[in-house]
Protein backbone atom coordinates (compact mmCIF):
# COMPACT_ATOMS: atom_id res chain seq x y z
CA UNK A 1 0.00 0.00 0.00
CA UNK A 2 1.28 3.14 -1.00
CA UNK A 3 0.87 6.66 0.70
CA UNK A 4 -2.14 7.65 -1.24
CA UNK A 5 -3.26 4.85 -0.35
CA UNK A 6 -2.63 4.57 3.03
CA UNK A 7 -4.24 8.26 3.36
CA UNK A 8 -7.27 7.17 2.11
CA UNK A 9 -7.74 4.62 4.36
CA UNK A 10 -7.70 7.55 7.01
CA UNK A 11 -9.97 9.48 5.43
CA UNK A 12 -12.54 7.10 4.58
CA UNK A 13 -12.41 6.13 8.51
CA UNK A 14 -12.69 9.49 9.92
CA UNK A 15 -15.51 10.81 7.47
CA UNK A 16 -17.24 7.72 8.25
CA UNK A 17 -16.89 8.24 12.38
CA UNK A 18 -19.00 9.16 14.54
CA UNK A 19 -16.62 10.09 17.25
CA UNK A 20 -13.38 11.23 17.34
CA UNK A 21 -10.58 9.04 16.56
CA UNK A 22 -7.31 8.96 18.40
CA UNK A 23 -4.00 7.94 16.99
CA UNK A 24 -4.21 4.34 18.30
CA UNK A 25 -7.24 3.48 16.58
CA UNK A 26 -6.17 4.85 13.10
CA UNK A 27 -3.29 2.45 13.57
CA UNK A 28 -5.42 -0.50 13.61
CA UNK A 29 -6.72 0.28 9.68
CA UNK A 30 -3.00 -1.01 8.94
CA UNK A 31 -2.89 -4.09 11.69
CA UNK A 32 -0.29 -2.10 13.66
CA UNK A 33 2.15 -2.06 10.33
CA UNK A 34 2.17 1.64 10.06
CA UNK A 35 3.94 3.67 12.57
CA UNK A 36 2.34 6.37 14.53
CA UNK A 37 4.71 9.17 12.94
CA UNK A 38 3.88 7.81 9.41
CA UNK A 39 0.08 8.06 10.54
CA UNK A 40 0.30 11.78 12.14
CA UNK A 41 2.26 12.93 8.47
CA UNK A 42 -1.03 11.48 6.88
CA UNK A 43 -2.96 13.19 9.16
CA UNK A 44 -1.37 16.39 8.14
CA UNK A 45 -1.82 15.57 4.45
CA UNK A 46 -5.08 15.05 4.81
CA UNK A 47 -5.52 18.49 6.47
CA UNK A 48 -3.49 20.38 4.07
CA UNK A 49 -5.93 18.43 1.36
CA UNK A 50 -8.77 19.82 3.18
CA UNK A 51 -7.95 23.22 4.09
CA UNK A 52 -10.08 25.01 1.11
CA UNK A 53 -13.48 22.94 1.96
CA UNK A 54 -16.88 23.56 4.11
CA UNK A 55 -15.12 20.70 6.52
CA UNK A 56 -11.81 20.72 7.82
CA UNK A 57 -9.29 18.41 10.41
CA UNK A 58 -9.26 19.07 13.81
CA UNK A 59 -7.75 17.37 16.97
CA UNK A 60 -9.57 17.59 20.13
CA UNK A 61 -9.47 15.87 23.60
CA UNK A 62 -10.77 12.59 22.04
CA UNK A 63 -8.50 12.34 18.52
CA UNK A 64 -9.35 13.33 15.17
CA UNK A 65 -12.17 14.48 13.49
CA UNK A 66 -13.65 16.04 10.31
CA UNK A 67 -16.46 19.31 11.50
CA UNK A 68 -17.99 22.22 9.78
CA UNK A 69 -16.03 25.07 9.41
CA UNK A 70 -17.44 28.07 11.58
CA UNK A 71 -18.91 30.14 8.00
CA UNK A 72 -20.48 26.75 7.23
CA UNK A 73 -22.67 27.03 10.34
CA UNK A 74 -25.63 29.53 8.74
CA UNK A 75 -25.93 27.36 5.64
CA UNK A 76 -26.43 24.35 7.26
CA UNK A 77 -28.51 25.28 10.51
CA UNK A 78 -31.24 25.55 7.41
CA UNK A 79 -31.20 21.90 7.26
CA UNK A 80 -32.20 21.82 10.85
CA UNK A 81 -34.76 24.13 11.36
CA UNK A 82 -35.50 22.75 14.74
CA UNK A 83 -33.53 24.76 17.38
CA UNK A 84 -31.33 23.20 19.30
CA UNK A 85 -32.15 23.81 23.34
CA UNK A 86 -30.83 27.25 25.38
CA UNK A 87 -29.56 26.35 28.62
CA UNK A 88 -30.11 28.28 31.64
CA UNK A 89 -27.97 31.28 33.44
CA UNK A 90 -27.83 28.43 36.31
CA UNK A 91 -26.76 25.91 34.71
CA UNK A 92 -24.06 27.53 32.44
CA UNK A 93 -22.76 29.53 35.26
CA UNK A 94 -22.56 25.67 37.28
CA UNK A 95 -20.52 24.26 34.13
CA UNK A 96 -18.31 27.39 34.02
CA UNK A 97 -17.48 26.80 37.80
CA UNK A 98 -16.78 23.37 37.66
CA UNK A 99 -14.72 23.67 34.45
CA UNK A 100 -12.61 26.50 35.92
CA UNK A 101 -12.32 25.58 39.25
CA UNK A 102 -12.00 22.10 39.10
CA UNK A 103 -12.39 19.90 41.50
CA UNK A 104 -15.21 21.25 43.23
CA UNK A 105 -17.97 19.47 45.38
CA UNK A 106 -21.60 21.14 45.05
CA UNK A 107 -20.95 23.19 48.11
CA UNK A 108 -18.27 24.92 46.54
CA UNK A 109 -20.23 26.11 43.51
CA UNK A 110 -22.84 27.05 45.83
CA UNK A 111 -20.51 28.91 48.21
CA UNK A 112 -19.42 30.99 44.64
CA UNK A 113 -22.35 31.44 43.22
CA UNK A 114 -24.49 32.66 46.23
CA UNK A 115 -27.30 30.16 45.69
CA UNK A 116 -27.96 26.47 45.85
CA UNK A 117 -27.16 24.13 43.14
CA UNK A 118 -30.61 22.10 42.18
CA UNK A 119 -30.05 18.61 42.10
CA UNK A 120 -31.51 18.67 38.35
CA UNK A 121 -28.83 20.26 36.89
CA UNK A 122 -26.26 18.52 37.80
CA UNK A 123 -27.85 15.64 36.75
CA UNK A 124 -29.14 17.48 33.47
CA UNK A 125 -25.11 18.03 32.70
CA UNK A 126 -24.43 14.70 34.06
CA UNK A 127 -26.50 13.19 31.34
CA UNK A 128 -24.81 15.35 28.69
CA UNK A 129 -22.09 14.13 29.29
CA UNK A 130 -20.37 17.23 29.74
CA UNK A 131 -19.44 16.37 34.05
CA UNK A 132 -19.02 13.78 36.03
CA UNK A 133 -17.94 12.30 39.40
CA UNK A 134 -13.66 12.27 39.74
CA UNK A 135 -13.73 11.24 43.48
CA UNK A 136 -14.74 12.72 46.96
CA UNK A 137 -13.25 15.21 48.97
CA UNK A 138 -11.84 13.84 52.35
CA UNK A 139 -14.18 15.74 54.73
CA UNK A 140 -16.91 14.44 56.78
CA UNK A 141 -20.02 13.47 54.79
CA UNK A 142 -17.19 12.57 51.70
CA UNK A 143 -18.93 15.17 49.59
CA UNK A 144 -18.48 14.16 45.50
CA UNK A 145 -16.00 16.00 43.53
CA UNK A 146 -17.10 17.06 40.00
CA UNK A 147 -14.87 17.21 36.74
CA UNK A 148 -15.76 17.46 33.69
CA UNK A 149 -15.16 14.71 31.19
CA UNK A 150 -13.35 13.89 27.70
CA UNK A 151 -16.92 14.31 25.97
CA UNK A 152 -17.37 18.26 27.32
CA UNK A 153 -13.88 19.09 25.85
CA UNK A 154 -14.73 17.67 21.95
CA UNK A 155 -17.86 19.50 21.91
CA UNK A 156 -16.07 22.87 22.48
CA UNK A 157 -13.60 21.63 20.38
CA UNK A 158 -10.54 21.65 22.62
CA UNK A 159 -7.65 19.28 23.28
CA UNK A 160 -6.96 20.21 26.72
CA UNK A 161 -8.39 22.41 29.49
CA UNK A 162 -5.36 24.69 29.28
CA UNK A 163 -7.28 25.61 26.10
CA UNK A 164 -10.58 26.86 27.57
CA UNK A 165 -10.73 30.66 27.07
CA UNK A 166 -8.56 32.66 29.45
CA UNK A 167 -11.47 34.88 31.97
CA UNK A 168 -9.99 37.88 31.08
CA UNK A 169 -10.64 37.03 27.54
CA UNK A 170 -14.24 37.13 28.04
CA UNK A 171 -14.33 33.60 29.05
CA UNK A 172 -16.84 31.75 31.45
CA UNK A 173 -20.66 30.91 30.94
CA UNK A 174 -21.32 33.23 28.30
CA UNK A 175 -18.04 31.78 26.21
CA UNK A 176 -19.37 27.87 27.43
CA UNK A 177 -22.51 28.55 26.03
CA UNK A 178 -21.16 30.28 22.79
CA UNK A 179 -18.90 27.49 21.54
CA UNK A 180 -20.88 24.40 23.03
CA UNK A 181 -22.30 21.97 19.81
CA UNK A 182 -25.68 20.83 20.15
CA UNK A 183 -25.10 17.55 19.14
CA UNK A 184 -28.48 16.99 19.98
CA UNK A 185 -29.85 18.07 16.53
CA UNK A 186 -26.81 16.77 14.16
CA UNK A 187 -23.60 14.98 13.99
CA UNK A 188 -20.67 16.68 15.41
CA UNK A 189 -19.42 17.01 11.50
CA UNK A 190 -22.57 18.81 10.38
CA UNK A 191 -23.37 20.72 13.65
CA UNK A 192 -24.15 24.66 13.36
CA UNK A 193 -22.84 26.52 15.93
CA UNK A 194 -25.00 27.60 19.17
CA UNK A 195 -26.91 30.83 17.64
CA UNK A 196 -25.99 33.87 20.09
CA UNK A 197 -28.86 34.85 21.24
CA UNK A 198 -28.77 35.65 25.35
CA UNK A 199 -29.26 33.08 27.46
CA UNK A 200 -32.42 33.27 29.11
CA UNK A 201 -33.15 32.67 33.02
CA UNK A 202 -36.51 30.83 33.82
CA UNK A 203 -37.89 28.66 36.78
CA UNK A 204 -37.43 25.04 34.59
CA UNK A 205 -35.60 22.62 37.10
CA UNK A 206 -33.57 20.91 34.20
CA UNK A 207 -31.78 24.19 33.45
CA UNK A 208 -32.77 23.73 29.35
CA UNK A 209 -35.00 27.01 28.52
CA UNK A 210 -37.49 26.41 26.05
CA UNK A 211 -36.84 28.67 22.39
CA UNK A 212 -40.16 30.56 21.75
CA UNK A 213 -40.71 30.08 17.61
Given at each position: ??????????????????????????????????????????????????????????????????????????????????????YSRALMETL??????????????????????????????????????????????????????????????????????????????????????????????????????????????????????
Amino acid sequence: MNSAEAKKVVETALLCASEPLPLGHLRRLFDGEVGPDTVRVLLDDLRADWSDRGLELVTVSGGWRFQSRTEMAPYLARLSPDKPPRYSRALMETLAIIAYRQPVTRGDIEEIRGVSVSSQIVKTLEDRGWIEVIGHKDVIGRPALLGTTRQFLDDLGLRALAELPALSDGGGAEQLEQRLIPLETAPAAEAAEVAQAPVMTGSDPSGIEPVSS
